[in-house]
């Protein structure tokens, strides 16, 4: 029988109001930045 | 500039450096030399690489780029959140665990000595090449409108951030960085204040509708400098080597208390570098719309290159186009008030034929400026006939009040010493690490003779740094240049790392040589670009490309070799 691997070591808390992982933190500058692009494409849309 | 001004110029740019250099003086640890005190938090790391980033060529020749072509540039940016969750993520766990001094350190721990001699290698072509271009463009710029010596200013701000970088290292960078962004931000933010208040109404739709508002081009090609898909795709390898790759941007973050506050540091960049830079491209198309209401707007922007021609022999024929442009740009404020007004009355036919006629005057005013160019360059061969960098400049020297006309100066000279003193803190780093250790082993263990070689490859570099900007004449166009030498070093760079981190089968040998190729790859493509126009690409899909080339060749070799020619070391052994 083949021996569980070994679990990764626990990651640090980002210590951050809100999140409880890093993950989490990634997905919301990720939304954020998506969020950017479609302002900017609507902000040319109006304007240009 | 009056007394005030020089005050505030001088207390500002000297008192940061005084201040940074005398709080640092007794930083005689190696760690805390090359990566900022322990305790450093992730505000400082923020701020740290936010500056060693943005160079005075972003808020300068920004504006400039915005009041000529649009905020188009923006796109530029979009890479750059991605790449900064991937640095995040997978980059700097690593180089935090290994307890390395400089990135390359970890190619000599996975791969082998060559490989990491050849990252090393690169960085400091590449980024010793660009040193010079950093305290050139200000320089030029400044002596240019203030009538200041270039060499002197050249020195001024040389020997400045030698004094500091040396004194104090990496700490001394990051408490200077700081404050230097504290200044930096006020004045912008100063700049911008007292435009909004000097602005006619409807001077966003009136930018918009002569063009200079398209943040975001979805046309699918490739030849086109900024698109949303350059932006995205390029903008996210360019900066995916800058930030995971480039010793000057990853000595900012592997510092700190904890991984977290390198963490932080990057994703404070992530979340706020497209808004500032949309500011700052918004402030150049509100120049524009300022410029269009001003009776004395100059043809050409560079108005000491200009009136040193209009006093020579062929002067009237810039005289003709001078009196050619301000009845056309009179003729155009007289469109652009009509079309707002039709735009007010609703009448949809009116409004579009008042927005053809402000286009048409738009077109001639853009040919008048054009010809300017042609007979400047007619007259004089060597003249420098790019005027966008003295736009925002002409606006600081003619409509701020004095005093803030010394803090916007300060802004100038302050990111250009914050960036000037993180690639000579970096390339000092680089040379004592990964050169000096590597050739001389034994004297490694010695700390105090590794701190005073870091301090001396500091003050080479920073007179390497002097030496090249006050013999070398460098493009015009700057934060072109810049990206363009960084796309063509660094996607060969990218592609090791992404092998080292992703590709865990591949050996030494095989990402050398493949990485060599790829470099080799790159150039003829870039080259090919130069001689036949037809096949010439967006600079930034070279970032892309010469990455996967390094991948694909590094397989390739891996596959030919057969089995790893350098099996790669624990990746816990300690760093050297």
Known sequence: MKPPSAPPPPED??????FRTWRGVYQFVFAFFVLCVLL???FSRVFA | MNLLDWLVLLGAIVGIAAYGTWRTRHTDSLNTYLKGNHNTGWVTIGLSVMATQASTITYLSLP????ENGIAFIQNYFGLPLALIIVCAFFLPIYRKLGVYTAYEYLGQRFDAKTRLLGASLFLLHRGLQAGITIYAPAIILSTVLGWPLNLTILFTGLLVIIYTVTGGSAAVNLTQRWQMAVIFGGMVTAFVVLLTKLPAGAVPIA???GKLQAVDFTPDLKQRYT????ILGGLFLSLSYFGTDQTQVQRYIGGAALREGRLGLMFNAMFKIPMQFCIVMLGALLFVFFQFQPDTPVFFNQTEWRRHVAGPEGARLHVIEEKHTAILADKQVKIRAWMAARESGVPGDEASARSAMLAAQKASDAVRQEARDTL??????????????VFITFILTQLPHGVIGLLIAVMIASALSSKAGELNALATTSTIDLWRHFRPLAAQDEARNVRNAKWFTALWGCFAIGFALFVSFAENLIEALNIVASLFYPALLGVFVVAFFLKKVGGSAVFWAALASQVFVLLLFSAGKFYPAYEIGYLWLNPIGCAACVIFSLLFQAIIGQRASPPASPMRPAT
């Open chain 2, 228 to 231: 949303l898909w350059s932006g």
């Open chain 2, 377 to 390: 360059r007619a007259i004089d061969p060597q003249a420098k006939i790019k005027d966008s960098d003295y």
């Open chain 1, 13 to 18: 808390p980002p210590g951050v109001p809100g």
């Open chain 2, 208 to 210: 918009g509708a002569l």
């Open chain 2, 64 to 67: 400039g780029q915005a009041y």
């Open chain 1, 40 to 42: 900017l494409a609507v």
